[in-house]
């Protein structure tokens, strides 16, 4: 029987009379990195708040390690790490002051925050900031001291709310790799975010949520399992490689943008074309430089089926 870290049932959250978060049934199981992805505005970041106990419910089940939310909170947030939306910290407090205080919040004898503030703020990279008042600090270096604070008393659970919202590109990449190395030390890891491409290279199961309903959840390698058709090639000659493409049946479409040939694949000939194709390009010394699907299959799934485009 799959154990769950993250357990709700049907969660729900009014307004007034404006629904947010509708029936919500999430199942995260224990050691995953689970992706809670939909558009702005989605419900992700209401859900979020009622699983760490900062929002009551309207109605409906929160277990959290087992245990009930919000009437179990102080236990289930001494092993949980929480970063919010937008960073909350005391402005006056140094990254330090910040850091140790957070790790004796949750439980941490003050030696043993003082060195875990210590490793964290190096980790995250605003070790040389560690006397800077957080008042001080840029959106991104917020954004990072919070990570560092979610954790603070090494907790088994992370939940994350829109996590690289203030980074900049390489503080993404930076912040991918630090994710996928805590879940190889067996984190759980539940990150909410509306950027489709940063949830597939972070995460191995999703939970897609949509006008505050959950329309999908599982694996990803489950949801996305479907034929691709359509794909972006760049040749050292793509006039060739069009001319060889429009010659065959079962390329629907063909056509270049941009320097790039968009072609479109009757799916069930998809071997063939991957075969043929390939085979031209050596005989004829045309070198390829870029194969990929159009979209990522996880974006196509928002589009096709749930009815969710490029907002996402």
């Known amino acids: 029987m799959e154990t769950y870290v993250i357990e709700t049932r049907d969660l729900t959250k009014f307004f007034g009379k404006r629904n947010v978060v509708y029936h919500l049934n999430l199942k995260v199981p224990k050691g995953v990195v689970y992706g809670f992805l939909g558009p702005n505005g989605a419900g992700k970041t209401t859900t979020i708040k009622m699983l760490t106990g900062a929002l009551k419910p309207t109605y409906g089940e929160i277990r959290i390690f087992g245990m009930e939310m919000p009437r179990e909170r102080v236990e289930i947030m001494r092993k949980a790490g929480y970063m919010p939306e937008v960073p909350i910290a005391y402005e006056d407090m140094t990254i330090f002051e910040f850091l140790v205080y957070m790790g004796r919040l949750s439980g941490m004898k003050k030696g043993d925050a003082v060195e875990q503030a210590k490793r964290l703020m190096q980790y995250t990279g605003v070790g040389r900031l560690a006397l800077n008042k957080i008042k001080e600090l840029s959106s991104g270096q917020k954004q990072r001291v919070s990570f560092a604070a979610a954790l603070m008393g090494d907790p088994e659970?992370?939940?994350?709310?829109?996590?690289?919202?203030?980074?900049?590109?390489?503080?993404?990449?930076?912040?991918?790799?630090?994710?996928?190395?805590?879940?190889?030390?067996?984190?759980?890891?539940?990150?909410?975010?509306?950027?489709?491409?940063?949830?597939?290279?972070?995460?191995?199961?999703?939970?897609?949520?949509?006008?505050?309903?959950?329309?999908?959840?599982?694996?990803?390698?489950?949801?996305?399992s479907v034929e691709e058709d359509e794909y972006d090639v760049v040749?050292?000659?793509?006039?060739?490689?069009?001319?060889?493409?429009?010659?065959?049946?079962?390329?629907?479409?063909?056509?270049?943008?941009?320097?790039?040939?968009?072609?479109?694949?009757?799916?069930?000939?998809?071997?063939?074309?991957?075969?043929?194709?390939?085979?031209?390009?050596?005989?004829?010394?045309?070198?390829?430089?870029?194969?990929?699907?159009?979209?990522?299959?996880?974006?196509?799934?928002?589009?096709e089926k749930f009815g969710m485009g490029e907002e996402t």
């Not at 994710?179 to 199961?205: D, P, T, W, Y």
């Not at 320097?259 to 991957?274: N, Q, T, Y």
């Open 157 to 224: 659970l992370l939940i994350l709310d829109e996590p690289t919202a203030n980074l900049d590109p390489l503080g993404r990449i930076e912040f991918i790799g630090k994710v996928l190395e805590l879940a190889r030390q067996g984190k759980s890891i539940f990150i909410s975010s509306h950027i489709v491409s940063e949830v597939e290279k972070m995460c191995n199961h999703v939970g897609i949520i949509n006008r505050g309903v959950l329309v999908a959840q599982g694996r990803i390698r489950d949801l996305v």
């Open 235 to 303: 040749t050292s000659d793509n006039d060739k490689a069009i001319a060889f493409l429009r010659e065959k049946p079962y390329v629907r479409e063909v056509w270049e943008e941009e320097g790039v040939i968009r072609v479109r694949v009757e799916p069930r000939f998809l071997e063939e074309f991957f075969l043929a194709f390939p085979r031209y390009l050596v005989e004829n010394g045309v070198r390829l430089k870029l194969f990929r699907p159009h979209t990522s299959p996880l974006e196509r799934i928002l589009m």
